[in-house]
């Protein structure tokens, strides 16, 4: 993700510069401490740029699935896939029993995410039950399962102050002003050889600007680690599907 890439070419224009305004390395063009600062400022400048870049509305031509038709339009989203040697029954079963000490560097990534402080068990603080279990008892609202092709979940990102509403399907279909709702499937489909192929794509859309500009931000920064535990996520459930 473009927007992404540039706050993380600020962070480290940042970092780069002030490691240079101790120890300033004319070989590649940064004699004095002055000339180090610069870079650092302009790593600031980028980083805040990214973070407070404009998004942009996308909307789904056909649909074709029943994420498509909770959620036609976003401004966010991330796809991934994976071939996996296993039938799609297999797969979908895989999906929802797979745990996320199964998953590579999930623990850690959730832990940075939160700060290391504690959490109630959930998506952020999960045990060693399966991790879509541990999902829709800590947040999260299962929207459709069409075994063993599909599985949506969703969950409110960003609300306004005051009542919130209940985390209805309506509330993902039409989301009200003010709100920023997320939605997550897995998808299953043959390969034609006796495996499947499985994808995962999470979907964002903000019903206001203060909305999008909050979850904006949010997004450009844990990017990098939400894509990570995603791959790692399709691969623990290949790995189970495959299992003899």
């Given at each position: 993700m473009a927007g992404s890439s540039f706050a993380y070419t600020g962070f480290v224009m940042l970092v780069v510069g002030l490691v240079l305004a101790i120890r300033p390395v004319p070989a590649i063009g940064v004699a004095t401490r002055s000339r180090a600062m610069l870079v650092a400022a302009a790593g600031i400048a980028i980083g805040l740029a990214s973070l407070a870049a404009p998004s942009f509305t996308?909307?789904?031509?056909?649909p074709s699935s029943r994420l498509d038709e909770l959620t036609p339009e976003w401004q966010f989203h991330e796809v991934h896939r994976r071939r996996i040697a296993a039938p799609p029954s297999r797969v979908f079963a895989a999906l929802k029993e797979v745990r996320a000490d199964?998953?590579?560097?999930?623990?850690?990534?959730?832990?940075i995410r939160r700060f290391g402080r504690p959490a109630p068990p959930g998506i952020l603080n999960a045990g060693r039950a399966p991790?879509?279990?541990i999902a829709l008892k800590g947040g999260f609202t299962l929207l459709a399962e069409d075994a063993p092709r599909e599985l949506v979940v969703?969950?409110?990102?960003?609300?306004?102050?005051?009542?919130?509403?209940?985390?209805?399907?309506?509330l993902f279909r039409s989301p009200p002003p003010g709100y920023a709702v997320g939605t997550m499937n897995f998808q299953v489909t043959p390969d034609g050889a006796g495996g499947s192929w499985l994808s995962t794509e999470t979907r964002v859309v903000a019903t206001s600007a203060p909305a999008r500009r909050v979850f904006a931000a949010y997004w450009r920064v844990i990017y990098p680690g939400s894509a990570l535990i995603r791959r790692m996520w399709l691969r623990a459930i290949a790995q189970r599907a495959e299992r003899p």
């Open positions: 996308s909307r789904v031509p056909v199964e998953i590579a560097f999930f623990h850690t990534l959730t832990w991790i879509i279990e969703g969950t409110v990102v960003v609300a306004p102050p005051g009542p919130r509403q209940a985390r209805t399907l309506e």
